[in-house]
């Protein structure tokens, strides 16, 4: 007998979440130069951190001796006034994953559910069944969640609905009237999380926060990991009504966030050029793809984010393949679509690089059989 026998069942029965290969082990396995590798394959923003981040971090270093600010008073303040909140409405995560995981710890056990959609980002998945709850997954049709569906799907033993807008790895995004709809529906024993890591990439994305101002069961989680390029600091944050977001402040570490983190953060926030940058790079990149894959006759789902899902076949064939030329995308058999491939944009070097390799790929598989 091992003492595997003594850990917590849910914990035993969890599928490690699998992340993007990282460039270091893809050099090392290849023999390459780290410059050389193309990664693509976790949604990172191609031009780096923005400049004022990283002069803010450098400054910050100097302090690294003295712990942070567990409060994260000044950050939780900059976003709080950006979005027109106060402080109490903000609370900061390690990345915004640890917000999902909190409003975990505070709501879920045995005895409940979490509903999301057939292809949300797995995370929550995960969540759910770490803290031993059922996970019920509402089908997606074309890709795109079916929030009436989801509506459907709440029962008595219902606390959380996540609905990731835009979604990843879909890239699709669900409308204010559809919103508008699964809100008028939503009983008062459940949270609804809008989990908006890429709300910043569309044009007219829909409002959720007008349902936190209202007092709404409502969590909105964004992150400084995507547009703002700050991926490796981990910092995200929730937005809710002061009672919950309350809730979910006693649930996380007193430390949650370093202090390097908070004052990247903050200096990235007040960097609207590098946002507007990144912004215009990505719907550049994301035309490209759209006209180089419609070129091909590849299918592929319209994207909002800074990722594109498309249909190769044999999606870990093609990302093994692919690594061998030391580009990095990202299979989706994880997200039970053995088909289909996801694609960050990069910039248009890499993105370039990118269709060359997977032309090269699907080229070679062809004249396989
Ligand atoms: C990338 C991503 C996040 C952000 O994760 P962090 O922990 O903030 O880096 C959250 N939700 C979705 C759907 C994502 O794709």
Same mark, same amino acid.
């Given at each position: 007998?091992?003492?595997?026998?003594?850990?917590?069942?849910?914990?035993?029965?969890?599928?490690?979440?699998?992340?993007?290969?990282?460039?270091?082990?893809?050099?090392?396995?290849?023999?390459?130069?780290?410059?050389?590798?193309?990664?693509?394959?976790?949604?990172?923003?191609?031009?780096?951190?923005?400049?004022?981040?990283?002069?803010?971090?450098?400054?910050?270093?100097?302090?690294?001796?003295?712990?942070?600010?567990?409060?994260?008073?000044?950050?939780?303040?900059?976003?709080?006034?950006?979005?027109?909140?106060?402080?109490?409405?903000?609370?900061?995560?390690?990345?915004?994953?640890?917000?999902?995981?909190?409003?975990?710890?505070?709501?879920?056990?045995?005895?409940?559910?979490?509903?999301?959609?057939?292809?949300?980002?797995?995370?929550?998945?995960?969540?759910?069944?770490?803290?031993?709850?059922?996970?019920?997954?509402?089908?997606?049709?074309?890709?795109?969640?079916?929030?009436?569906?989801?509506?459907?799907?709440?029962?008595?033993?219902?606390?959380?609905?996540?609905?990731?807008?835009?979604?990843?790895?879909?890239?699709?995004?669900?409308?204010?009237?559809?919103?508008?709809?699964?809100?008028?529906?939503?009983?008062?024993?459940?949270?609804?999380?809008?989990?908006?890591?890429?709300?910043?990439?569309?044009?007219?994305?829909?409002?959720? /926060?007008? =349902? %936190?101002?209202?007092?709404? !069961?409502?969590?909105? *989680?964004? &992150?400084?990991?995507?547009? +703002?390029?700050?991926?490796?600091?981990?910092?995200?944050?929730?937005?809710?009504?002061?009672?919950?977001?309350?809730?979910?402040?006693?649930?996380?570490?007193?430390?949650?966030?370093?202090?390097?983190?908070?004052?990247?953060?903050?200096?990235?926030?007040?960097?609207?050029?590098?946002?507007?940058?990144?912004?215009?790079?990505?719907?550049?990149?994301?035309?490209?793809?759209?006209?180089?894959?419609?070129?091909?006759? /590849?299918? =592929? %789902?319209?994207?909002?984010? !800074?990722?594109?899902? *498309?249909? &190769?076949?044999?999606?870990? +064939?093609?990302?093994?393949?692919?690594?061998?030329?030391?580009?990095?995308?990202?299979?989706?058999?994880?997200?039970?679509?053995?088909?289909?491939?996801?694609?960050?944009?990069?910039?248009?070097?890499?993105?370039?690089?990118?269709?060359?390799?997977?032309?090269?790929?699907?080229?070679?598989?062809?004249?396989?059989?």
């Amino acid at each position: 007998m091992t003492i595997d026998s003594h850990a917590n069942r849910f914990v035993c029965d969890l599928v490690a979440y699998e992340p993007g290969k990282p460039i270091d082990e893809t050099a090392r396995e290849l023999g390459l130069d780290p410059s050389q590798i193309v990664k693509v394959a976790s949604n990172e923003n191609p031009l780096g951190p923005s400049p004022l981040a990283k002069a803010a971090m450098r400054e910050a270093l100097e302090d690294a001796h003295i712990y942070p600010d567990g409060g994260g008073f000044r950050l939780r303040g900059a976003i709080a006034d950006s979005l027109g909140f106060s402080r109490e409405n903000v609370v900061l995560g390690n990345g915004s994953n640890e917000i999902i995981e909190l409003l975990c710890h505070t709501f879920l056990n045995g005895r409940t559910e979490l509903i999301a959609a057939e292809h949300a980002f797995v995370v929550y998945k995960l969540m759910a069944t770490l803290f031993g709850a059922g996970y019920v997954e509402v089908p997606d049709p074309g890709f795109i969640h079916d929030l009436d569906a989801m509506a459907d799907a709440i029962t008595g033993k219902t606390r959380l609905v996540f609905i990731a807008n835009p979604n990843n790895p879909t890239g699709t995004m669900v409308d204010q009237q559809a919103i508008d709809r699964f809100m008028d529906r939503l009983p008062e024993h459940v949270i609804a999380v809008f989990d908006e890591a890429y709300i910043e990439f569309p044009d007219h994305p829909p409002d959720t /926060l007008r =349902y %936190v101002r209202e007092g709404r !069961n409502v969590c909105v *989680l964004r &992150t400084f990991s995507k547009i +703002h390029g700050l991926a490796a600091l981990r910092v995200g944050y929730g937005i809710a009504p002061a009672h919950l977001a309350g809730l979910l402040q006693k649930a996380r570490q007193p430390f949650n966030v370093n202090a390097i983190a908070q004052a990247g953060a903050l200096a990235a926030m007040r960097d609207s050029q590098h946002m507007s940058q990144t912004r215009e790079l990505n719907r550049q990149g994301l035309a490209f793809y759209e006209k180089a894959l419609a070129e091909r006759g /590849l299918e =592929y %789902v319209p994207s909002h984010a !800074n990722f594109i899902l *498309l249909k &190769t076949g044999e999606g870990d +064939h093609v990302f093994r393949e692919m690594l061998k030329q030391g580009v990095i995308i990202r299979a989706m058999s994880g997200y039970k679509l053995p088909d289909w491939v996801r694609v960050s944009i990069g910039t248009h070097a890499q993105n370039l690089r990118c269709l060359e390799v997977l032309d090269d790929v699907l080229a070679a598989r062809l004249a396989a059989c």
